[in-house]
């Protein structure tokens, strides 16, 4: 079984070894870079159901160099090329990734489109469906090829919100969290739903319930669920008023945006906590960028982990609190 290579969100790679773990226990996972993890023994056909990965390649070959050269870089792609001729594809496009700065990833592409024209002897076009990654950790090189695109992408996302969140950072701290089964999770901010919508695919038997203060925002949530095939709670609540009285895990992406001013937040984050005190039972998890504000609460919640990811260049954090 060839070893596969999945990408996550930077800073919160553990999400997926959690999630490989518990979709198959025999599989041995290497975290080789910055959001990169090396799985072996995955069965393939499960990959797809993975839900905290932005893509997966599946691994041609991995060598480590002595020296870090552009000569010794392209001797790793030839051999690796070489022992894997036997596919018969027309044309591949290419992607060059560099994890450690210090060497150029156009210049990666350069040297490896080289290669693919003389191994393999066909050409390397942007629009081609098949996809080589060819990635530097250090002094490893790494010829992979994509199997599927952007696995990400739900389906089930035909209601758009603007502030969404992307679902395998949901997904993400729903694992984090350490959501039990038969257990409930709440999110008052749930906007279209990300954050439920996920945990009820993650999580055996598990509740979820969503609010949100906008009206079209639930009609939307109550949308993507039914696309989603998932059975979620929806209704209108300003989180202040929330008729909720108790859950297991708030689980939740409080808003966010410049519209919002310091003085407000600095308020929702305490409004946050003191609902959470009086209704949450196990654990609160917050995903937002304000960490200052979040950590500057007084409250009888403590800290007990924290994450640190980006998000289309912006710095998100994901804050698990026990009580
Ligand atoms: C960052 S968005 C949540 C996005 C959501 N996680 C998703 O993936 O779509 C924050 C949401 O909080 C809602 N909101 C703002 N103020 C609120 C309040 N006082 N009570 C409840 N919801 C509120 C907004 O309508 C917005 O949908």
């Known amino acids: 079984m060839r070893p596969l290579l999945l990408s996550t969100l930077p800073g919160i790679e553990e999400a997926t070894v959690i999630e490989v773990k518990r979709i198959h226990p025999l599989t041995a996972t290497e975290k080789i870079g910055e959001g990169k993890i090396l799985v072996e023994n995955f069965p ?18 991995i060598r480590s160099l002595e020296v870090l050269s552009p000569r010794t870089i392209r001797k790793a792609i030839r051999e690796i090329l070489r022992e894997n001729s036997g596919f018969e594809f027309l044309e591949v496009s290419l992607k060059g990734l560099v994890t450690d700065r210090g ?47 952007n696995i990400f992408r739900r389906s089930y996302y035909v209601w758009k919100h603007l502030a969404s969140l992307n679902p395998a950072l949901a997904s993400s701290a729903v694992l984090l969290a350490g959501v039990e089964a038969n257990s409930n999770i709440y999110d008052p901010f749930s906007g279209s739903g990300t954050i439920p919508i996920e945990a009820h695919f993650l999580t055996k038997g598990v509740e979820c319930i969503g609010s949100d203060i906008n009206v079209e925002c639930v009609r939307g949530a109550l949308v993507n669920a039914a696309e989603a095939g998932v059975k979620v709670v929806f209704f209108t609540a300003d989180f202040r008023k929330t008729p909720i009285r108790s859950c297991d895990y708030l689980i939740t992406d409080p808003p966010r945006g410049k519209r919002l001013r310091v003085s407000n937040l600095r308020k929702l984050f305490e409004d946050i906590f003191r609902i959470s005190e009086q209704i949450v039972r196990r ?38 609190y026990d009580i």
């Open 44 to 61: 393939l056909e499960k990959v797809g159901s993975l839900r905290t990965i932005l893509c997966a390649s599946s691994v041609l070959g």
């Open 103 to 149: 060497f150029s990833e156009k210049y990666l592409e350069v040297i490896a489109a080289r290669e693919v024209k003389r191994v393999w002897k066909i050409k390397c076009n942007s629009r081609a469906s098949a996809r080589l990654r060819v990635e530097l950790y250090g002094k490893r090189v790494c010829v992979s090829l994509d199997f599927k695109r």
């Open 283 to 320: 654990r609160l998890v917050l995903i937002t960028p304000y960490v200052r504000l979040a950590t500057g609460v007084t409250s009888s919640f403590k800290l007990t982990k924290m994450w640190s990811t980006r998000v289309s260049g912006s710095k998100i954090r994901i804050l698990i």
